[in-house]
């Protein structure tokens, strides 16, 4: 990953004065090509590196730069560790567990970096839940396709149920409201798809390779990848389910207060699908406005109860 190359190089250039290019990509084990790329990017990003030819050259940091500054401050360091042990939650990746390794010893072993606190203030939790262990297969899976530039072959399936094969180019893994999802080219579609993990089975790599496009990320903001129209509903809503609006919407879509609790807005899709998406409140929530919408609400209901009638 390019992210852990970078921190890697830097580590490197700290402890050295002067690193061959060689030994840079003998030991992150990619081409020399692309650690010069890797350079690149850290001098676009404001770190004085410099590169020597000649048997004693190499990449190395401004002497100035590292006496007279601080490259990383604490924060710096934390923050690294804390967006690391995230990540590693999910992947469990080897090579993140040493990084994180080096980081805290950097930390442990430099005064000038040592923590001002005694705890993290930001914790981010990413552990899979049981429901959801597999992920990690598929999130390593997908990584390596991206690496290695493989295409990815997997059965998908809709949210009608209908199943199709896809191979697909990816680019970006999202995590979007409590769910994961892949950015991809399909080939199939001759275009760009956005792919629920959730959704994706028998996922493999294909051995044939693929020249990555100008990916653009797609918009997931609900309104190009989800085609239905959503309709601003107006629900009467228990205190003890605010929080759920205001996380989802905003404080400003809590309208009034009443006795009994709270009038809100929660916009949803006009079908099965948004419906669902009410029915997690159970029955702290009732929906008001509009009546065509309630009247719709209460018909799926009554199918839900018909089905425990016949039963």
Known sequence: MK????????????????????????????????????????????????????????VSLMKSYKVDKKLFTPKDIQSLITGLRSYHQLLENKDIANMLTKLQSMMEGNDSLKQPFHHEYVSVDLEPTQGNRSLRNLLRM????????????????????????????????VFKESSWYLQAFCVERNDYRIFKLARMGEMRLSEETFIPRSFVPLPMDGSDWMTKEKVPVVIRIDKSIK???????????????????????????????????LLKFGAKCQIIEPIDVRRNFINYLNKILAIYKDG
Do not use: H
């Open 142 to 173: 997908i990584e390596k396709s991206v690496n290695d530039k493989r295409y990815l072959l997997f059965n998908y399936t809709d949210k009608n149920g209908n199943e199709t094969f896809r191979k697909v180019e990816p680019y970006q893994i």
């Open 243 to 277: 929080d759920k609006v205001i996380e989802r919407f905003g404080e400003e879509n809590i309208i009034a207060q009443d006795e009994d609790g709270y009038i809100a807005k929660y916009p949803i899709v006009d079908n099965e699908e948004g419906y669902n998406v």
């Open 3 to 58: 992210m852990e190359r970078l921190i890697a190089i830097i580590m490197l250039l700290l402890e050295r004065e002067t690193v061959p290019t060689s030994e840079l990509a003998e030991k992150l084990e990619v081409s020399r090509r692309t650690i010069f790329r890797d350079i690149d990017t850290l001098s676009m990003a404001g770190l004085p590196v410099v590169v020597t030819r000649g048997p004693a050259g190499g």
